[in-house]
């Protein structure tokens, strides 16, 4: 199969459309710098340059690329970017919410993010899903950060993942 079949088929289309919608409403052009954390293959790049003919700079984050140990990232010396993307990252590290806070920290556009939401699917169902996960997350996680949460159909059940917006002040 090609490269976005792979995608469509692993990733879904319909969170990729809206991850990247929610990038464009928050003023992403292609002059911005896109940080993906947790990257993999870089297929969300494929997607914003093919499907949404984005031509922006974007800089991959993964163990898998880099080595970079996104439970110890980023550190205070990074430079201040413009977009960050995590998507279906956050489950994977042991304290997820600090780490959405140093991104907070280094972006002055918006960080959008998914997550596998507890809320609907259940933590152990959430763990279950990949050996790789460490901390299920719900809703509930994110009240009192200054984050607009969405519920959106990722795995086949209504609501099962949580699309977050955080936009800088």
């Known amino acids: 199969r090609g490269l ?14 809206q991850s990247g919608d929610e990038l464009f409403a928050a003023g992403m052009n292609d002059g911005h710098l896109l940080v993906d954390v947790g990257a993999g293959m870089c297929d969300f790049d494929f997607y914003l340059r093919t499907a949404r003919g984005w031509k922006g700079r974007y800089l991959p984050i993964d163990a898998a690329i880099d080595g970079v140990d996104l439970n110890d990232w980023p550190r205070a010396e990074e430079r201040i970017v413009d977009y960050m993307t995590a998507i279906e990252v956050l489950e994977h590290l042991d304290s997820p919410l600090a780490v959405l806070e140093k991104m907070c920290r280094i972006v002055r556009g918006a960080i959008v993010f998914t997550t596998p ?4 699917l259940g933590r152990q169902a959430v763990l279950a899903m990949d050996a790789t996960h460490r901390t299920p997350l719900s809703y509930t996680d994110f009240m009192g950060y200054d984050v607009r949460m969405q519920a959106r159909s990722f795995f086949g059940t209504p609501d099962d993942t949580l699309l977050g917006v955080w936009r800088a002040q």
Request: hydrophobic share 20%; charged share 30%; glycine share 12%.
């Open 4 to 17: 976005q079949e792979k995608y469509e088929v692993h990733h879904g289309v319909e969170i990729t459309d």
């Open 117 to 120: 939401n507890t809320g609907v």
